[in-house]
């Protein structure tokens, strides 16, 4: 017959194992449940990946000239972009002054990520220095074929403009048609015109008359998203 002291020491023994395999227990699961907690952060972040490049790439229309970057079409792509969170990183590849020949010249040092979209906003000073249009398509041309090359996945976008009637209607019509036609022969989806409802309101260009204000980049925005999202 087990005395009230020999029950104690009993009980004592019992609730010690208890004890001990309630910690082994938790020991052993709470790793693995902060490793699985690992594991699917790091899979989520893996799933999202790295931004996608949108590549804005022209001359002072695209930089913002006479406004805050953040307030060019450019800049209000990224602020759209992130209010809808997706997941695409805007850079604005405009310079001021650019012709399709600079253009050309500088765009390797652009190239050195690949950009998922690439929207090509070039020739409008071409155009306004009346340089020969042959060798502004040829520009346009290069510098299509020389993304395609280097990045075959890369979408290509590429935005028309038109020009003062100060050039005589024959060169007028010849610039304008250039963008259709490019185009047509390099497969890739046209932006008719850039600056559609913009160009020529004095109301919506700074006083140059040539570049938009805050509120005309915001109608260029429209425009260019029209087109814009159909590829992202």
């Known amino acids: 017959m087990q005395t009230p002291f020999t029950i104690a020491q009993t009980m004592i023994r019992k609730i010690s194992?208890?004890?001990i395999?309630?910690?082994?227990?938790?020991?052993?699961?709470?790793?693995?449940?902060?490793?699985?907690?690992?594991?699917?952060?790091?899979?989520?972040?893996v799933d999202e990946g790295p931004k996608k490049l949108i590549l804005f790439y022209g001359n002072s229309l695209t930089?913002?000239?006479?406004?805050?970057?953040?307030?060019?079409?450019?800049?209000?792509?990224?602020h759209t972009i992130d209010s809808?969170?997706?997941?695409?990183k805007v850079i604005n590849g405009g310079l001021s002054g650019d012709t399709s020949a600079s253009g050309l010249t500088r765009l390797d040092w652009f190239?050195?990520?690949?950009?998922?979209?690439?929207v090509l906003e070039l020739g409008a000073n071409d155009g306004l220095?009346?340089?020969?249009?042959?060798?502004t398509k040829s520009n346009l041309k290069a510098i299509i074929q020389k993304v395609k090359n280097?990045?075959?996945?890369?979408?290509?976008?590429?935005a028309g403009m038109q020009i003062p009637p100060n050039m005589g209607p024959e060169y007028i019509n010849e610039f304008e048609q250039m963008y259709p036609d490019i185009s047509k022969e390099e497969n890739v989806p046209l932006i008719p015109f850039l600056l559609e409802g913009v160009a020529g309101n004095p109301d919506l260009n700074l006083p140059d008359g040539i570049h938009p204000t805050e509120e005309g980049h915001r109608i260029v925005f429209t425009t260019v998203w029209e087109?814009?999202?159909k590829l992202i």
Do not use: M, W
Request: hydrophobic share 45%; aromatic share 8%.
């Open 17 to 19: 194992i208890l004890v």
């Open 21 to 45: 395999l309630a910690t082994a227990i938790f020991s052993c699961s709470s790793p693995k449940e902060e490793k699985s907690a690992e594991v699917t952060a790091v899979q989520e972040t």
């Open 63 to 78: 930089a913002g000239y006479g406004i805050d970057a953040e307030d060019a079409f450019p800049g209000l792509v990224q």
């Open 84 to 88: 809808l969170d997706l997941n695409y």
């Open 111 to 118: 190239l050195e990520e690949e950009p998922a979209i690439f």
């Open 129 to 135: 220095r009346g340089i020969s249009l042959s060798e």
């Open 150 to 158: 280097k990045y075959p996945e890369t979408i290509i976008l590429l």
């Open 227 to 229: 087109h814009l999202v």
